[in-house]
């Protein structure tokens, strides 16, 4: 399965963005794509009318669930909610997309961004939990790793605190 995050241009400078660590993990079947309101990228609007792709994204349109049968390639918005919303509103490629919605097992461990949705898992934990679902459970753990790692905080790295 492939992966496309389609990253607004905030999120790629941010060092909170999960985005890198899934195509780091991923490798080649991951890529990070600055979304771009006017140029939708040519051949992800391709795979889209093609079939065989689904956007990983909140609401009830299209959704069946978790079922990726027949899923080739996952599109996830890289970004804040926020920006996710606008991101869907204004690219009408998107919302021609099959629309799948997460049912995660667990809440979200990510802790480096203030007013997070409850039910909300970041850009990381959406891949981890589509890796598990789709049996490639050696993926999601080397990624679970990263992500760990990643949000750890300084001080439980160091054992030092602030002041230290």
């Given at each position: 399965?492939?992966?496309?995050?389609?990253?607004?241009?905030?999120?790629?400078?941010?060092?909170?963005?999960?985005?890198?660590?899934?195509?780091d993990v991923l490798g080649s079947r991951?890529?990070q794509i600055r979304w771009d309101r006017?140029?939708?990228?040519?051949?992800?609007?391709?795979?889209?009318?093609?079939?065989?792709?689904?956007?990983?994204?909140?609401?009830?349109?299209?959704?069946?669930?978790?079922?990726?049968?027949?899923?080739?390639?996952?599109?996830?918005?890289?970004?804040?909610?926020?920006?996710?919303?606008?991101?869907?509103?204004?690219?009408?490629?998107?919302?021609?997309?099959?629309?799948i919605g997460l049912k995660p097992a667990?809440?979200?461990?990510?802790?480096?961004?203030?007013?997070?949705?409850?039910?909300?898992?970041?850009?990381?934990?959406?891949?981890?939990?589509?890796?598990?679902?789709?049996?490639?459970?050696?993926?999601?753990?080397?990624?679970?790793?990263?992500?760990?790692?990643?949000?750890?905080?300084?001080?439980?790295?160091?054992?030092?605190?602030?002041?230290?």
């Amino acid at each position: 399965m492939k992966f496309t995050l389609l990253t607004h241009f905030k999120e790629l400078e941010k060092r909170s963005n999960t985005g890198r660590l899934v195509v780091d993990v991923l490798g080649s079947r991951a890529e990070q794509i600055r979304w771009d309101r006017t140029r939708p990228p040519a051949r992800l609007v391709e795979e889209i009318e093609a079939g065989g792709v689904a956007l990983i994204y909140p609401g009830t349109a299209d959704e069946t669930g978790g079922d990726l049968t027949g899923i080739r390639h996952v599109i996830l918005i890289d970004s804040t909610w926020h920006e996710a919303r606008k991101i869907h509103q204004k690219s009408p490629y998107l919302q021609r997309a099959r629309r799948i919605g997460l049912k995660p097992a667990t809440r979200s461990v990510y802790n480096l961004r203030r007013n997070q949705k409850e039910a909300g898992l970041c850009t990381a934990e959406c891949v981890i939990e589509i890796l598990r679902s789709t049996g490639n459970h050696e993926e999601a753990k080397r990624l679970q790793e990263q992500f760990l790692a990643f949000i750890r905080p300084l001080d439980a790295v160091s054992g030092k605190g602030e002041d230290a």
